[in-house]
């Protein structure tokens, strides 16, 4: 059973940064390929980036650019810095883990869910 527990979100204003992190415990992290998805209240929960278990990264094409996902194997930890954040990144952030072979973009592709951290951005 893997644990993963989010951390960094926050109120910024439109053009700032925040760095999210996710920690995870009770498995094998290297194992899993790890993604960050986002829900806005009345939306759907959708994919923001994902990092696969060598190493290669896949963006939404609203956050391509903007966003950059890495991971550190030996503190098992998955981090997402958002740049140039607009209004529209508002919404509740999660991260979750898939022992899936490759990398997905649905949220039934994942095993594993944390809490999730809000992130809101100011105009």
């Known amino acids: 059973q893997v644990q993963l527990v989010e951390s960094g979100g926050g109120l910024v204003q439109a053009g700032g940064s925040l760095r999210l992190s996710c920690a995870a415990s009770?498995?094998?992290?290297?194992?899993?390929?790890m993604a960050w998805f986002r829900q806005a209240p009345g939306k759907e929960r959708e994919f923001v980036a994902g990092?696969?278990?060598?190493?290669?990264?896949y963006y939404s094409g609203s956050v391509k650019g903007r966003f950059t996902i890495s991971k550190d194997n030996t503190k098992n930890t998955v981090d997402l810095q958002m740049n140039s954040l607009k209004p529209d990144d508002t919404a509740v952030y999660y991260c979750?883990?898939?022992?899936?072979?490759?990398?997905?973009?649905?949220?039934?592709?994942?095993?594993?869910w944390g809490q999730g951290t809000q992130v809101t951005v100011s105009s």
């Open positions: 979750a883990a898939s022992s899936g072979l490759l990398l997905r973009v649905t949220t039934t592709a994942y095993d594993y």
């Open positions: 009770g498995g094998t992290f290297s194992n899993y390929n």
């Open positions: 990092i696969s278990r060598p190493g290669n990264t």
